[in-house]
C-alpha cells in the first residue's frame, strides 16, 4: 500500500517504515503503530496503523535519557514532516527530548480509515494514540493549524501528563464582527470543496505556496507525497469541511469547549507566529492571548503559514523548554505600592494648587501665536471627562488603545486619560513610514485606534485592527466611510456627565505603553513598560536635568512632548511636523519659547540642523527669546560636534546636552557640550587612554550601569561577562529602573537581549576611556569585518566627516564577513548629480583621512544624499547602502542607495 512510490520502504514484518526520499528525516526516526480506537465514530475493537516520526528509540539506542516528551500535531493538508526540525532538535545529545511528530488518521502515510473524523473524534484518535504509547509525562504539545486545536484538545484531557503547549499559526474562536478567511471560504464553497481539496491536488499547492521563502522542490515534493490520488486525498477535504462555521456545525461545540478550556489553562506556553499568514492573522494571535495571558509570544516578521518552514523555531522553542521555570507574566494585579508616585501625579497635584489657573500645556499655530491651551485644572479636568467616557465606551485594564494623534493638548489628555484607566497604549508615528507603521499597528492589535482623519483613513486602507474613535466630531458620511463609533469630543462630553470612578493604578507592574523603535535597523519593535518603568524614567529626567513643576519646555522632540505634563512642566508644542523633525525652523523655534518664556528646549539633532540653517530668518524678538533659553536637550542620533558650535551661536545662554539612549532606556549617558569639547581635545593629545574613535556620550545617569561584552573577531558579542576595562569595544550593555520590562510579543529577542542577566542588551557598539566616559561606535549590525581586524564604523566616519567637501559619510562592508572590503559612501559638498564611484581626487581625500585613524577604505563612492531614517531624519541607514555599495562594485548601475 505504501510503497517506494510514497518514498518508504518496509522493515520488520510491516512495523516500521524507513523514509527513503525525505529531505531532513533520518530514516530511524520513521515507524508505524496499531492503534485501538475508542471513537464513536468506529465500531468497537477497531484498529488503526498509525504513522509516526519518533526518535525514541534512537535516544534509547545511544543510552540518552529525555527531559520530556513533545507531542507534535500537524494540520492540514501537511504532515509529520512539517516538524522533522523539531525531532533532530530533540536528538541532541546535550539536551534530549523524545519527539514524537503524528501522521493524523487519513493523512500522510497513517491508515485511510474511510470515515469522517471529526474535531472530537481526532482529539480522542490522539488520546488512543498516546495511551498506546505509554506517554506520562511531562508531554509539551506542539500544534499547527487545526493540529493546533486538536494538540489543545488533548492538553486540556490529560492535565496529569501535561506539562506545557506550544503552538503556531492556529485558531480556536473565530473573532466576533470577523468573517472566515478568504482563503477557507473559497475551499468551504459547494462549487469547489470537492474538487479543490480531493479531486485535485490544488489545496496542497496553494498551501506550500504559502512558504516565505518558496519551498525547496525537494521539500515540496516530500510534502506531495503521501497524498498523490485523490483516494488518498479525502482526509483533506474532509478536514476543510469540519471547520465550524456557525453554531449548527457538528464540531462547533467541540471547539468552544476547547477555546472555553484555555482560559483555564495554567501550563507554560509559547506561541511563535508568522504574521504574514492569510489564514491564521494576527487577529487569531490576539484571541489567543486574551485566553491565555501567560505565553509567551514571538512574531517571526516575514513568515507566513508555513512558520516551521520560513523560520528556525527549533532553536527558540527548546531554548524556551529549558529556560523556563513556570508561568511568566499571569497579568494579575500586584499590590499597591504606597510610595509609587503614578505617571500623571503632577497634574493631579498642580491641578489643585495655587496655580492651578496657570497654562500647563500649548501648542502652536503657523501664525506663531498660540493656538490652543489647557491651564493645569482644564488639563485635569479633560482628563477625568474623557477617562470616564473611554471607561463607558469600553477601554478598561489592560485594553490596547493606538494613539495616532500628534503631539499637544489632544494627545496628553487622551494619553493620560488611557494610563488612569490601566489600558495600554501603543504609540507608532507615522515616522515608521506606511509600511512600517502598518506592520507595527498589526503586530499590536489595538482594541482601539485613537486618531486624526490621515490615520483613520489609513486604517480603513490597510485594514489595522481596532475599534476607531476620532479626535473630532465628523459628518455622518465621513463617519461611515471611517468606520468611526465616537469621537473624543463626544466622549468627554458623554464622561462630564459621569460620577466617574477612581483612577486605576493598583499595580505599578502592569503594562501601560508599547512604544515602536525607530525601526533604523530593521523592523520597528514594541518594547513593553510596565507604570513603574514609565515613572521611573520621568524620575531620571527630573533628577539629571532638573525639570520638575514650574519648568517651562518647548517639546520638539515627540516623546518628550508627553514627559512635560508628568514633570510638572509647562510644555508647548512648536508649529512642525513632529514626524519629520526637519520641519522645525528657526522663527518657529523662537515663537514656542517666547509663548511661555521657555527656558528649556528638547529638539532631535534633524529639528537642530534646520534650525541653524534657517537662523538668518530671526528677527530681533525672536534671538532675544533665544537668547532666554538656559537648556537643549537632544537625543534620538549622535550630534556632530561641529553642529552643537553652530547651534550654540543660536541658543548662546543654553547649556547644550545631547543624552545617550534608545526606546527601550531614556537617557542612559548625559554629557554637555563643553564636556564632549573636553572629551575631544584629550583624545586629540592622546592625554586619556581610550578617548576617542567614536561619540562620546558621556557618563551614566543617576541609577544606571553601562558594561560591554567584548566583540570577536567576526564582529558579534557572543560573551556574557560584562566589563569596564577602557579601551576594550563591545557591545554596550544598561542596566537602570527604567529599561523596558520586555519587547512586545517578541520572546526571542528578549531573550537575546537580556543576557547577562540584568542587562539590555543595546545593539549599539562602543568603549570607556579612561575616566570612565562612554563613546558610542555604531551599531552592531553595521560593524565591519575586514581582514584580521574589527572596523567600527562612527571613528571613520567623523575623520572623513572633516574634510570640507563631505557633508555625511557612512562606512560600510562589502563581501563575505571576516573578509569584508571597507567602502565609504559619502554625501559631497556640493552634493553630486549622480551616485557612483567618486572622484579620484575626492577618492584619495577620503583614503588620507580614512588611513590617519588607521582604517584602509577600499573604495568610495559618492551619493547625492544619504539614505536616511525616516522618525529621525538623522540615522544613516548603513544596511541599506551595504546592498547598494555591494551590487555597484560588483558592475551594477549605481541607481539610487
Given at each position: 500500500?505504501?510503497?517506494?512510490?510514497?518514498?518508504?520502504?518496509?522493515?520488520?514484518?510491516?512495523?516500521?517504515?524507513?523514509?527513503?526520499?525525505?529531505?531532513?528525516?533520518?530514516?530511524?526516526?520513521?515507524?508505524?503503530?496499531?492503534?485501538?480506537?475508542?471513537?464513536?465514530?468506529?465500531?468497537?475493537?477497531?484498529?488503526?496503523?498509525?504513522?509516526?516520526?519518533?526518535?525514541?528509540?534512537?535516544?534509547?539506542?545511544?543510552?540518552?535519557?529525555?527531559?520530556?516528551?513533545?507531542?507534535?500535531?500537524h494540520g492540514n493538508p501537511t504532515w509529520s514532516y512539517l516538524w522533522r526540525t523539531l525531532v533532530a532538535a530533540g536528538s541532541d545529545p546535550v539536551h534530549p527530548w523524545r519527539v514524537i511528530a503524528v501522521d493524523q488518521l487519513d493523512m500522510g502515510y497513517s491508515e485511510r480509515t474511510g470515515t469522517f473524523r471529526r474535531l472530537q473524534d481526532r482529539v480522542n484518535?490522539?488520546?488512543?494514540?498516546?495511551?498506546?504509547?505509554?506517554?506520562?509525562?511531562?508531554?509539551?504539545?506542539?500544534?499547527?493549524?487545526?493540529?493546533?486545536?486538536?494538540?489543545?484538545?488533548?492538553?486540556?484531557?490529560?492535565?496529569?501528563?501535561?506539562?506545557?503547549?506550544?503552538?503556531?499559526?492556529?485558531?480556536?474562536?473565530?473573532?466576533?464582527?470577523?468573517?472566515?478567511?478568504?482563503?477557507?471560504?473559497?475551499?468551504?464553497?459547494?462549487?469547489?470543496?470537492?474538487?479543490?481539496?480531493?479531486?485535485?491536488?490544488?489545496?496542497?499547492?496553494?498551501?506550500?505556496?504559502?512558504?516565505?521563502?518558496?519551498?525547496?522542490?525537494?521539500?515540496?515534493?516530500?510534502?506531495?507525497?503521501?497524498?498523490?490520488?485523490?483516494l488518498r486525498r479525502s482526509g483533506v477535504g474532509n478536514f476543510v469541511a469540519d471547520i465550524p462555521v456557525d453554531e449548527a456545525h457538528p464540531s462547533f461545540s467541540a471547539l468552544q469547549e476547547i477555546a472555553q478550556g484555555l482560559r483555564s489553562l495554567s501550563v507554560p506556553a509559547l506561541m511563535l507566529w508568522g504574521p504574514r499568514d492569510p489564514i491564521f492573522s494576527?487577529?487569531?494571535?490576539?484571541?489567543?492571548?486574551?485566553?491565555?495571558?501567560?505565553?509567551?509570544?514571538?512574531?517571526?516578521?516575514?513568515?507566513?503559514?508555513?512558520?516551521?518552514?520560513?523560520?528556525?523555531?527549533?532553536?527558540?522553542?527548546?531554548?524556551?523548554?529549558?529556560?523556563?521555570?513556570?508561568?511568566?507574566?499571569?497579568?494579575?494585579?500586584?499590590?499597591?505600592?504606597?510610595?509609587?508616585?503614578?505617571?500623571?501625579?503632577?497634574?493631579?497635584?498642580?491641578?489643585?494648587?495655587?496655580?492651578?489657573?496657570?497654562?500647563?500645556?500649548?501648542?502652536?499655530?503657523?501664525?506663531?501665536?498660540?493656538?490652543?491651551?489647557?491651564?493645569?485644572?482644564?488639563?485635569?479636568?479633560?482628563?477625568?471627562?474623557?477617562?470616564?467616557?473611554?471607561?463607558?465606551?469600553?477601554?478598561?485594564?489592560?485594553?490596547?488603545?493606538?494613539?495616532?494623534?500628534?503631539?499637544?493638548?489632544?494627545?496628553?489628555?487622551?494619553?493620560?486619560?488611557?494610563?488612569?484607566?490601566?489600558?495600554?497604549?501603543?504609540?507608532?508615528?507615522?515616522?515608521?513610514?506606511?509600511?512600517?507603521?502598518?506592520?507595527?499597528?498589526?503586530?499590536?492589535?489595538?482594541?482601539?485606534?485613537?486618531?486624526?482623519?490621515?490615520?483613520?483613513?489609513?486604517?480603513?486602507?490597510?485594514?489595522?485592527?481596532?475599534?476607531?474613535?476620532?479626535?473630532?466630531?465628523?459628518?455622518?458620511?465621513?463617519?461611515?466611510?471611517?468606520?468611526?463609533?465616537?469621537?473624543?469630543?463626544?466622549?468627554?462630553?458623554?464622561?462630564?456627565?459621569?460620577?466617574?470612578?477612581?483612577?486605576?493604578?493598583?499595580?505599578?507592574?502592569?503594562?501601560?505603553?508599547?512604544?515602536?523603535?525607530?525601526?533604523?535597523?530593521?523592523?520597528?519593535?514594541?518594547?513593553?513598560?510596565?507604570?513603574?518603568?514609565?515613572?521611573?524614567?520621568?524620575?531620571?529626567?527630573?533628577?539629571?536635568?532638573?525639570?520638575?513643576?514650574?519648568?517651562?519646555?518647548?517639546?520638539?522632540?515627540?516623546?518628550?512632548?508627553?514627559?512635560?505634563?508628568?514633570?510638572?512642566?509647562?510644555?508647548?508644542?512648536?508649529?512642525?511636523?513632529?514626524?519629520?523633525?526637519?520641519?522645525?525652523?528657526?522663527?518657529?523655534?523662537?515663537?514656542?519659547?517666547?509663548?511661555?518664556?521657555?527656558?528649556?528646549?528638547?529638539?532631535?539633532?534633524?529639528?537642530?540642523?534646520?534650525?541653524?540653517?534657517?537662523?538668518?530668518?530671526?528677527?530681533?524678538?525672536?534671538?532675544?527669546?533665544?537668547?532666554?533659553?538656559?537648556?537643549?536637550?537632544?537625543?534620538?542620533?549622535?550630534?556632530?560636534?561641529?553642529?552643537?558650535?553652530?547651534?550654540?551661536?543660536?541658543?548662546?545662554?543654553?547649556?547644550?546636552?545631547?543624552?545617550?539612549?534608545?526606546?527601550?532606556?531614556?537617557?542612559?549617558?548625559?554629557?554637555?557640550?563643553?564636556?564632549?569639547?573636553?572629551?575631544?581635545?584629550?583624545?586629540?593629545?592622546?592625554?586619556?587612554?581610550?578617548?576617542?574613535?567614536?561619540?562620546?556620550?558621556?557618563?551614566?545617569?543617576?541609577?544606571?550601569?553601562?558594561?560591554?561584552?567584548?566583540?570577536?573577531?567576526?564582529?558579534?558579542?557572543?560573551?556574557?561577562?560584562?566589563?569596564?576595562?577602557?579601551?576594550?569595544?563591545?557591545?554596550?550593555?544598561?542596566?537602570?529602573?527604567?529599561?523596558?520590562?520586555?519587547?512586545?510579543?517578541?520572546?526571542?529577542?528578549?531573550?537575546?537581549?537580556?543576557?547577562?542577566?540584568?542587562?539590555?542588551?543595546?545593539?549599539?557598539?562602543?568603549?570607556?576611556?579612561?575616566?570612565?566616559?562612554?563613546?558610542?561606535?555604531?551599531?552592531?549590525?553595521?560593524?565591519?569585518?575586514?581582514?584580521?581586524?574589527?572596523?567600527?564604523?562612527?571613528?571613520?566616519?567623523?575623520?572623513?566627516?572633516?574634510?570640507?567637501?563631505?557633508?555625511?559619510?557612512?562606512?560600510?562592508?562589502?563581501?563575505?564577513?571576516?573578509?569584508?572590503?571597507?567602502?565609504?559612501?559619502?554625501?559631497?559638498?556640493?552634493?553630486?548629480?549622480?551616485?557612483?564611484?567618486?572622484?579620484?581626487?575626492?577618492?584619495?581625500?577620503?583614503?588620507?583621512?580614512?588611513?590617519?585613524?588607521?582604517?584602509?577604505?577600499?573604495?568610495?563612492?559618492?551619493?547625492?544624499?544619504?539614505?536616511?531614517?525616516?522618525?529621525?531624519?538623522?540615522?544613516?541607514?548603513?544596511?541599506?547602502?551595504?546592498?547598494?555599495?555591494?551590487?555597484?562594485?560588483?558592475?551594477?548601475?549605481?541607481?539610487?542607495?
Open positions: 500500500m505504501y510503497g517506494r512510490r510514497f518514498g518508504l520502504e518496509r522493515r520488520d514484518g510491516g512495523d516500521r517504515l524507513v523514509a527513503s526520499s525525505w529531505p531532513g528525516v533520518d530514516p530511524e526516526w520513521s515507524r508505524t503503530i496499531r492503534v485501538k480506537s475508542t471513537s464513536a465514530v468506529d465500531s468497537p475493537g477497531t484498529t488503526h496503523r498509525w504513522h509516526i516520526l519518533d526518535n525514541g528509540a534512537q535516544l534509547a539506542r545511544r543510552g540518552l535519557t529525555p527531559a520530556g516528551t513533545l507531542l507534535c500535531v484518535d490522539l488520546g488512543d494514540l498516546s495511551d498506546a504509547l505509554g506517554l506520562d509525562g511531562p508531554v509539551t504539545t506542539v500544534g499547527h493549524d487545526w493540529g493546533g486545536v486538536i494538540s489543545l484538545g488533548w492538553a486540556l484531557a490529560h492535565p496529569k501528563q501535561l506539562a506545557g503547549v506550544v503552538l503556531t499559526n492556529t485558531a480556536v474562536n473565530q473573532p466576533s464582527g470577523s468573517s472566515l478567511p478568504p482563503a477557507l471560504q473559497l475551499a468551504l464553497h459547494p462549487a469547489v470543496h470537492q474538487w479543490g481539496t480531493t479531486t485535485s491536488d490544488a489545496f496542497l499547492r496553494v498551501t506550500h505556496s504559502l512558504a516565505h521563502p518558496p519551498l525547496p522542490t525537494d521539500v515540496r515534493r516530500a510534502y506531495m507525497a503521501p497524498y498523490r490520488g485523490a494576527d487577529r487569531y494571535l490576539k484571541d489567543l492571548v486574551e485566553r491565555m495571558p501567560h505565553a509567551d509570544v514571538h512574531r517571526f516578521e516575514g513568515a507566513g503559514h508555513l512558520v516551521a518552514e520560513d523560520r528556525d523555531i527549533a532553536s527558540p522553542l527548546f531554548h524556551w523548554l529549558s529556560s523556563r521555570g513556570g508561568v511568566a507574566g499571569t497579568g494579575s494585579a500586584g499590590e499597591d505600592d504606597p510610595d509609587f508616585r503614578p505617571f500623571w501625579d503632577s497634574v493631579e497635584v498642580l491641578a489643585g494648587g495655587t496655580g492651578s489657573g496657570e497654562t500647563a500645556v500649548a501648542e502652536m499655530g503657523p501664525d506663531g501665536k498660540v493656538s490652543r491651551s489647557m491651564s493645569w485644572q482644564q488639563l485635569h479636568r479633560n482628563i477625568l471627562d474623557l477617562e470616564n467616557g473611554l471607561r463607558e465606551a469600553g477601554v478598561a485594564r489592560g485594553t490596547r488603545v493606538s494613539l495616532m494623534v500628534p503631539p499637544g493638548v489632544d494627545l496628553t489628555v487622551t494619553l493620560y486619560a488611557c494610563l488612569r484607566l490601566g489600558a495600554v497604549v501603543v504609540v507608532a508615528d507615522a515616522g515608521l513610514g506606511t509600511k512600517g507603521l502598518s506592520r507595527a499597528v498589526k503586530g499590536a492589535t489595538p482594541d482601539f485606534i485613537i486618531g486624526i482623519d490621515k490615520a483613520l483613513a489609513a486604517a480603513s486602507l490597510f485594514a489595522w485592527p481596532g475599534r476607531r474613535i476620532s479626535v473630532r466630531d465628523l459628518p455622518a458620511g465621513r463617519r461611515r466611510m471611517l468606520r468611526v463609533e465616537t469621537s473624543l469630543d463626544a466622549l468627554a462630553r458623554k464622561g462630564g456627565d459621569s460620577t466617574g470612578k477612581p483612577a486605576d493604578h493598583s499595580d505599578p507592574d502592569a503594562p501601560a505603553a508599547v512604544l515602536f523603535t525607530s525601526g533604523s535597523t530593521g523592523p520597528a519593535k514594541g518594547v513593553l513598560y510596565t507604570h513603574r518603568q514609565l515613572t521611573a524614567m520621568r524620575d531620571t529626567v527630573a533628577g539629571t536635568f532638573g525639570i520638575r513643576a514650574g519648568s517651562r519646555l518647548v517639546a520638539g522632540f515627540a516623546p518628550f512632548a508627553l514627559l512635560g505634563p508628568a514633570l510638572g512642566a509647562v510644555s508647548v508644542t512648536p508649529d512642525m511636523d513632529v514626524t519629520a523633525p526637519g520641519t522645525l525652523t528657526a522663527r518657529a523655534l523662537a515663537d514656542a519659547v517666547a509663548a511661555i518664556a521657555a527656558t528649556v528646549v528638547f529638539a532631535a539633532p534633524a529639528a537642530l540642523r534646520n534650525v541653524v540653517a534657517t537662523a538668518d530668518a530671526l528677527d530681533g524678538s525672536g534671538r532675544e527669546a533665544l537668547n532666554n533659553v538656559s537648556m537643549l536637550l537632544s537625543a534620538g542620533a549622535p550630534v556632530p560636534e561641529p553642529l552643537l558650535a553652530r547651534v550654540q551661536e543660536v541658543l548662546p545662554q543654553a547649556s547644550l546636552h545631547t543624552p545617550y539612549g534608545m526606546t527601550e532606556a531614556l537617557p542612559v549617558t548625559d554629557i554637555s557640550f563643553e564636556q564632549i569639547q573636553e572629551a575631544a581635545a584629550e583624545a586629540a593629545a592622546g592625554s586619556v587612554p581610550g578617548a576617542g574613535n567614536g561619540v562620546c556620550v558621556g557618563t551614566p545617569v543617576h541609577g544606571a550601569r553601562l558594561a560591554v561584552i567584548p566583540l570577536d573577531a567576526e564582529g558579534r558579542a557572543p560573551g556574557s561577562s560584562p566589563v569596564t576595562t577602557p579601551g576594550v569595544t563591545g557591545e554596550i550593555l544598561v542596566s537602570a529602573p527604567h529599561v523596558k520590562e520586555s519587547y512586545d510579543r517578541l520572546w526571542l529577542t528578549q531573550q537575546q537581549s537580556v543576557n547577562p542577566a540584568g542587562w539590555h542588551r543595546t545593539g549599539d557598539v562602543g568603549h570607556f576611556d579612561a575616566a570612565g566616559r562612554l563613546w558610542v561606535e555604531g551599531r552592531l549590525p553595521h560593524v565591519v569585518t575586514a581582514p584580521a581586524t574589527v572596523v567600527t564604523p562612527v571613528g571613520v566616519e567623523q575623520a572623513i566627516e572633516r574634510l570640507d567637501s563631505v557633508r555625511l559619510a557612512a562606512v560600510v562592508g562589502v563581501g563575505p564577513v571576516g573578509t569584508q572590503a571597507v567602502a565609504a559612501v559619502v554625501e559631497t559638498v556640493p552634493p553630486v548629480r549622480k551616485a557612483g564611484p567618486a572622484t579620484q581626487q575626492l577618492a584619495g581625500s577620503v583614503r588620507r583621512a580614512a588611513r590617519a585613524v588607521s582604517v584602509d577604505v577600499s573604495a568610495v563612492l559618492a551619493v547625492p544624499a544619504q539614505p536616511t531614517d525616516i522618525r529621525h531624519n538623522a540615522k544613516i541607514d548603513r544596511t541599506r547602502l551595504a546592498r547598494w555599495a555591494t551590487r555597484v562594485l560588483a558592475g551594477g548601475r549605481p541607481g539610487k542607495p
